[in-house]
Nanobody, 127 residues
Framework: QVQLVESGGGLVQAGGSLRLSCAAS????????MGWFRQAPGKEREFVAV????????NYADSVKGRFTISRDNAKNTVYLQMNTLKPEDTAVYLC????????????????????WGQGTQVTVSS
């Protein structure tokens, strides 16, 4: 079992930056691919970014590519999402998720792939 706790959300003006963190419990963090998703009110959960167990593979949604950076520190059991040049349309609850399966280039964007989820952290970008 893995418990995930996100932090770092808040209110920021358009063009600003935030860094989200997701701390995982347990000593098996390095066995999980880690993803970030987001969900805005009235919208479906949306894939944002994913990083493989060792950090060797990374992918982003087209909407955040070039602005967001995902990283992980397996020694600290933490995955990060650096968000730059934020836009009002980035406003959402951001959730991290853990996938214990093998890396799958074709499935990482599907929320059903992930075994564990955090509660989320609110990010609000004002115009």
């Amino acid at each position: 079992q893995v418990q995930l706790v996100e932090s770092g959300g808040g209110l920021v003006q358009a063009g600003g930056s935030l860094r989200l963190s997701c701390a995982a419990s347990g000593r098996t963090f390095s066995r999980y691919n880690m993803g970030w998703f987001r969900q805005a009110p009235g919208k479906e959960r949306e894939f944002v970014a994913v990083i493989s167990k060792s950090g060797g593979f990374i992918n982003y949604a087209d909407s955040v590519k070039g602005r967001f950076t995902i990283s992980r520190d397996n020694a600290k059991n933490t995955v990060y999402l650096q968000m730059n040049t934020l836009k009002p349309e980035d406003t959402a609850v951001y959730l991290c998720a853990a996938d214990g399966g093998p890396w799958s280039a074709g499935l990482y964007f599907r929320s059903q792939r992930y075994d564990y989820w955090g509660q989320g952290t609110q990010v609000t970008v004002s115009s």
